[in-house]
Nanobody
Framework: QVQLVESGGDSVQTGGSLRLSCVVS????????MGWFRQTPGKEREGVAA???????SYADFVKARFTVTQDNAKNTLYLQMNSLEPEDTAVYYC?????????????????????WGQGTQVTVSS
């Protein structure tokens, strides 16, 4: 069984920054890739940023170079550095893990391709 635990969510003002973390534990059976997703009430979960093909990164268009995803395999931790936050970024952010990394940037941002999920961490950006 694999467990994912997110942390780092908070309330900030427009233009602020946050760093989310996601720690992986349990039996991952070796190589895996991870991603960040977010969801607001009444909307589908959407991909934010992900690692694929080992070390490549994929970002949603709305990130606009404001966010950076990093995966530290030595620490079993995934990070999401979020800068220049906007009210539209308000959501519950989830990390996810998939055992098949794949080679396509688009697939890395699709929630249906992931096997395990964390419980989510709330990010609120006020104007």
């Amino acid at each position: 069984q694999v467990q994912l635990v997110e942390s780092g969510g908070d309330s900030v003002q427009t233009g602020g920054s946050l760093r989310l973390s996601c720690v992986v534990s349990g039996n991952t059976d070796g190589t895996y890739c991870m991603g960040w997703f977010r969801q607001t009430p009444g909307k589908e979960r959407e991909g934010v940023a992900a690692v694929y093909a080992g070390s490549k990164r994929s970002y949603a268009d709305f990130v606009k170079a404001r966010f950076t995803v990093t995966q530290d395999n030595a620490k079993n931790t995934l990070y999401l550095q979020m800068n220049s936050l906007e009210p539209e970024d308000t959501a519950v952010y989830y990390c996810a893990l998939r055992k098949v990394c794949g080679a396509h940037w688009y697939a890395a941002l699709q929630s249906r391709n992931y096997d395990y999920w964390g419980q989510g961490t709330q990010v609120t950006v006020s104007s």
